[in-house]
């Protein structure tokens, strides 16, 4: 079965530096993009980037360019997404999702949703 | 920046039928937009309902379809069930950027 599985919680203050991630399995890992969605406390969802573990390259939506980092390690079926200094507006669940290396009509977009990782920026 | 458009809120009967739009501030939504549909309840992750404007996805119910209408993507909901209360969320995609920008989400009601 496909699964994306990510951190835990996290609660930081402002300022602080995080990482977060989202393990792959059942599946081939460096055959599809990993998305990361934000939703803000109460609010809808939010297209950050995508990023290809096999060679790492990423596109961010203008929103979150220079706001966030992507990466990934292919040799543990994991991606991650973090910041240098977190802001109290940061605070939101991050979502990972698998996305299709070729868009056509055969590719669903977004297919296997991680559970969330809820971060909580506060001082 | 593309702003998706859908409707805020709809209420609908059980055993009703819905349709909810998704709508693009660049112009018609056509198939090469790939529109995708999603599904989220309270506390849960979202779920894949919908992709490339009306294809299904292996759990996907049968009352749940898509298409294309008058210029949005739409998702039809036929034969309403009490569990499909839900926030529901369309995914337009741009390739030429190579990103995609999400609708503000319809809260539907089942009431």
């Known amino acids: 079965d496909v699964q994306l599985v990510q951190s835990g919680a996290e609660v930081k203050k402002p300022g602080e530096s995080l990482k977060i991630s989202c393990k792959g399995s059942?599946?081939?890992?460096?055959?599809?993009?990993i998305g990361w969605v934000r939703q803000m406390p109460g609010k809808g969802l939010e297209w950050m980037g995508i990023i290809y573990p096999g060679d790492s390259e990423s596109t961010f939506s203008p929103s979150f360019q220079g706001q966030v980092t992507m990466s990934a390690d292919k040799s543990i079926s994991t991606a991650y997404l973090q910041w240098s200094s977190l802001k109290a507006s940061d605070t939101a669940i991050y979502y990972c999702?698998?996305?299709?290396?070729?868009?056509?009509?055969?590719?669903?977009?977004?297919?296997?949703w991680g559970q969330g990782t809820l971060v909580t920026v506060f001082s | 920046q593309t702003v998706v458009t859908q409707e805020p809120s709809l209420t609908v009967s059980p055993g009703g039928t819905v349709t909810l739009t998704c709508a693009s501030s660049t112009g018609a939504v056509t198939s090469a937009f790939y529109a995708n549909w999603f599904q989220q309840k309270p506390g849960q992750a979202p779920r894949a309902l919908i992709y490339s404007t009306s294809n299904k996805h292996s759990w996907t119910p049968a009352r749940f379809s898509g298409s294309l209408l008058g210029g949005k993507a739409a998702l039809t909901v036929s034969g309403v069930q009490p569990e499909d209360e839900a926030e529901y969320y369309c995914?337009?995609?741009?390739?030429?950027?190579?990103?995609?920008?999400f609708g503000e989400g319809t809260k539907l009601t089942v009431l």
């Open positions: 059942g599946y081939s890992f460096t055959n599809y993009w």
């Open positions: 995914l337009l995609y741009d390739g030429a950027a190579q990103r995609g920008v």
């Open positions: 999702a698998r996305f299709p290396s070729i868009i056509d009509y055969r590719s669903p977009l977004f297919d296997y």
